[in-house]
Each structure stands twice: as C-alpha cells, then as structure tokens.
C-alpha cells in the first residue's frame, strides 16, 4: 500500500510555500503538493463571497455583526459572525466550506 505524505495546506485549500511558516491557522492535509501563498486568513467578506456565489441568499434574523444565510438544498440556516474586515476563524471557514460542498451535492 502505498503511503500517503502530510504536506501543510492553508484552510482555504491553497498550498503553502516550502519557506513559510504557516503557524496555528493553517493545519496538514493528505496529499497535496506545495505552492506559493501568503499565510493570512481570509476575511469574511470573502466568505460571504463564497457563500452568495454558491447560490446562498442573506434573509432576516441576524443581529448585530450576524448574517444569516439560506439555500434551498442545504438543510437549515447557517450563522457567520463577523464584519467583513474581520479575518474569518477556522471553524467558519470550515462550516463555509461544508455548506457549500452540501448545498451542490
């Protein structure tokens, strides 16, 4: 069987550059090469991108710094904190990313 290498990979799935040094943001995922990136975190904003682009609408019931966003395939609502100058956490960009993959599944 052949053995698969952890190479460190930035949560949005870009690929960190060899030289860089990630740090806590950024975690190790099977088999992807490397590549040049730099090692921010995303901000919201491009999460809301992410999410109106993948066909997710804002609807009313968020307070404050809250959004909250439906689609008609995904079951349920997803809440995002954040203004959008705010860099985005790992969970959000994980729960993004999970509502997006579910919703065109």
């Given at each position: 069987?052949?053995?698969?290498?952890?190479?460190?990979?930035?949560?949005c799935?870009?690929?960190?550059?060899?030289?860089?040094?990630?740090?806590?943001?950024?975690?190790?995922?099977?088999?992807?090469?490397?590549?040049?990136?730099?090692?921010?975190?995303?901000?919201?904003?491009?999460?809301?991108?992410?999410?109106?682009?993948g066909?997710?609408?804002?609807?009313?019931?968020?307070?404050?710094?809250?959004?909250?966003?439906?689609?008609?395939?995904?079951?349920?609502?997803?809440?995002?904190?954040?203004?959008?100058?705010?860099?985005?956490?790992?969970?959000?960009?994980?729960?993004?990313?999970?509502?997006?993959r579910?919703?065109?599944?």
């Amino acid at each position: 069987m052949k053995r698969k290498t952890l190479r460190p990979s930035c949560l949005c799935g870009e690929k960190v550059a060899p030289g860089c040094n990630p740090g806590p943001k950024y975690y190790w995922q099977l088999g992807l090469g490397y590549g040049i990136i730099s090692c921010v975190p995303r901000k919201i904003r491009q999460l809301v991108a992410d999410l109106e682009r993948g066909g997710f609408v804002v609807v009313p019931g968020g307070k404050g710094s809250h959004r909250k966003f439906r689609h008609p395939k995904h079951a349920g609502s997803l809440i995002l904190s954040g203004h959008n100058g705010d860099d985005a956490h790992h969970y959000q960009e994980r729960q993004v990313r999970k509502a997006i993959r579910e919703a065109n599944s």
